[in-house]
């Protein structure tokens, strides 16, 4: 499982990400980042492996703007999902396939499974999301790294699927 957390600050767009991979009976950590830049953007991602790879293959624009994420981005993600075969839950409210956070040019947006786009100043998402959303609520001071770092830490001790080490980045 995961926790993905992000927080815009000073015009900055700052995330971190778990690396642990789990199932029912196992848990490992991953080499491969949950966490990653893809053309002006920061993604993190939560969820399916098909989630993943279409996030990971989407064609994001090098400027990040609300206009794209407002208006292109759910047609971008359906189109490449159906080029990858991958089918993605398009508007049904009770699927926990996947999750991102996506943010660049000091702006943030949550992606839900239900392909829902919201706008937020900080926020959470993955299995460990609503702990490391607490955690923010809580510790509110402090530099966007050590808060989400913070969360993160509290997290992983609560959830045995979160766990680091811990990718931050910013941009």
Same mark, same amino acid.
Request: charged share 20%; aromatic share 8%.
């Given at each position: 499982m995961t926790a993905i957390v992000g927080i815009v600050s000073g015009g900055k767009t700052w995330m971190g990400a778990d690396s642990c991979i789990s199932d029912n009976n196992i848990r490992q950590s991953t080499k491969t980042p949950k966490l990653w830049r893809a053309g002006g953007y920061l993604v993190g991602a939560a969820g399916?492996? !098909?989630?993943?790879? @279409?996030? /990971? /293959?989407?064609r994001w624009p090098s400027v990040p703007?609300? !206009?794209?994420?407002?208006a292109g981005f759910v047609a971008d993600l359906l189109g490449t999902a159906d080029q990858l075969g991958v089918e993605l839950p398009?508007?049904?409210?009770?699927?926990?396939?996947?999750? +991102?956070? $996506?943010g660049g040019?000091? /702006?943030?947006?949550?992606?839900? %499974?239900?392909?829902s786009v919201d706008e937020f100043s900080e926020t959470a998402c993955g299995a460990g999301g609503e702990a490391a959303r607490? @955690?923010?609520? +809580?510790? =509110? %001071? !402090?530099? =966007?790294? %050590?808060?989400?770092?913070?969360?993160?830490? #509290? @997290? #992983? #001790? $609560?959830?045995?699927? @979160?766990?680091g080490p811990f990718h931050l980045e910013s941009v």
């Amino acid at each position: 499982m995961t926790a993905i957390v992000g927080i815009v600050s000073g015009g900055k767009t700052w995330m971190g990400a778990d690396s642990c991979i789990s199932d029912n009976n196992i848990r490992q950590s991953t080499k491969t980042p949950k966490l990653w830049r893809a053309g002006g953007y920061l993604v993190g991602a939560a969820g399916i492996g !098909g989630w993943f790879a @279409v996030l /990971r /293959r989407l064609r994001w624009p090098s400027v990040p703007s609300e !206009g794209y994420m407002l208006a292109g981005f759910v047609a971008d993600l359906l189109g490449t999902a159906d080029q990858l075969g991958v089918e993605l839950p398009a508007g049904k409210e009770s699927s926990s396939d996947g999750s +991102a956070l $996506v943010g660049g040019a000091g /702006r943030l947006w949550y992606i839900d %499974s239900d392909l829902s786009v919201d706008e937020f100043s900080e926020t959470a998402c993955g299995a460990g999301g609503e702990a490391a959303r607490c @955690v923010l609520s +809580a510790c =509110p %001071s !402090g530099s =966007p790294s %050590s808060r989400i770092t913070k969360a993160l830490n #509290a @997290v #992983a #001790a $609560v959830r045995w699927d @979160v766990a680091g080490p811990f990718h931050l980045e910013s941009v």
